[in-house]
């Protein structure tokens, strides 16, 4: 366990893990597409993991945005109101 704790690896180790470990999610996201891959890598530096159970809200409609979400695993819903209904899509991963 402590050979990959993060403090015992080089920036250049630690650099390539990330990239290697979100290549699927946030690599591939269009958001990142044609960036400089020095900004994708402080990107994946400051990522930081969150957990929510089934009825969670991740946000709610006119909230100020000041977090990017990518769904690593799992299912979102993503309620849109309508004037008859609110529709849903579903994002699963």
């Given at each position: 366990d402590a050979l990959f704790h993060k403090n015992n690896?080089?920036?250049?180790l630690e650099n390539a893990l990330l990239v290697y470990?979100?290549?699927?999610?946030?690599?591939?996201?269009e958001y990142f597409l044609n960036k400089d891959?020095?900004?994708i890598i402080e990107v994946l530096r400051v990522l930081e993991f969150q957990v929510f159970?089934?009825?969670d809200y991740v946000t709610r409609r006119g909230e100020i945005a000041s977090t990017m979400y990518f769904i690593s695993r799992g299912m979102?819903?993503?309620l849109v109101p309508s004037q008859n209904h609110s529709e849903k899509t579903l994002v699963d991963r």
């Open positions: 690896l080089s920036p250049a470990l979100y290549r699927d999610t946030v690599c591939s996201s891959a020095n900004y159970l089934p009825g979102l819903a993503i």
